[in-house]
T-cell receptor, first 108, second 115 residues
Framework: RKEVEQDPGPFNVPEGATVAFNCTYS??????FFWYRQDCRKEPKLLMS???SGNEDGRFTAQLNRASQYISLLIRDSKLSDSATYLC?????????FGQGTELSVKP | DVKVTQSSRYLVKRTGEKVFLECVQD?????MFWYRQDPGLGLRLIYF???????EKGDIPEGYSVSREKKERFSLILESASTNQTSMYLC??????????????FGPGTRLTVL
């Protein structure tokens, strides 16, 4: 079993759609949780951290359920510029563990 | 703005060659990391370093070594390149202290092809 598993992609959605990504992690001792974004042929960049209370940054909402070891990312009112691969990331000790990513393609 | 640079964007080498991938960061970060990224497998940690002259094995260190002689520079070495080391190699750095791996800043990557 992979340490961090994400929804298989790709997700193809029209502009304005709401899209949700899910992620599960296997180590209950994981300490911190994040979503990174990676554009095509570019490096990953931090999108947002994920807190137990849930957190929002504009059109993006992240949720964490420690009991279920489940992380989610909701994108509202999708834009063409949201097209990218979204990486679910978990910190275990001194290391970050990356999911394989879910590709999102927003179409006009 | 944090800047992490890698010596080459694209590299083509032959089987058996010794390959050096260089990474430099300009933000005085103590932590540096080397990953490889392959389709369907995501990013996998090869080696990391929390300080000069210090190195720790990641999840897939076999066939690789590293060098950290200066704080800003972290080198990945393929002693004898093989075709299964064809991949995208990403370097990252982060701030010091507990929890500092939370935000890692990545370089643009080196796409290595081993023929």
């Amino acid at each position: 079993r992979k340490e961090v598993e994400q929804d298989p992609g790709p997700f193809n959605v029209p502009e304005g759609a709401t899209v949700a990504f899910n992620c599960t992690y296997s180590n209950s001792a994981s300490q911190s949780f994040f979503w990174y974004r990676q554009d095509c042929r570019k490096e990953p960049k931090l999108l947002m951290s994920v807190y137990s209370s849930g957190n929002e940054d504009g059109r993006f909402t992240a949720q964490l359920n420690r009991a279920s070891q489940y992380i989610s990312l909701l994108i509202r009112d999708s834009k063409l510029s949201d097209s990218a691969t979204y990486l679910c990331v978990v910190r275990e000790g001194g290391k970050l563990i990356f999911g394989q990513g879910t590709e999102l393609s927003v179409k006009p | 703005d944090v800047k992490v640079t890698q010596s080459s964007r694209y590299l083509v080498k032959r089987t058996g060659e010794k390959v050096f991938l260089e990474c430099v960061q300009d933000m005085d970060h103590e932590n540096m990391f080397w990953y490889r990224q392959d389709p369907g497998l995501g990013l996998r940690l090869i080696y990391f370093s929390y300080d000069v002259k210090m190195k720790e094995k990641g999840d897939i260190p076999e066939g690789y070594s590293v060098s950290r002689e200066k704080k800003e520079r972290f080198s990945l070495i393929l002693e004898s390149a093989s075709t299964n080391q064809t991949s995208m190699y990403l370097c990252a750095s982060s701030r010091p202290g507990q929890g500092s791996t939370d935000t890692q800043y990545f370089g643009p990557g080196t796409r290595l092809t081993v023929l």
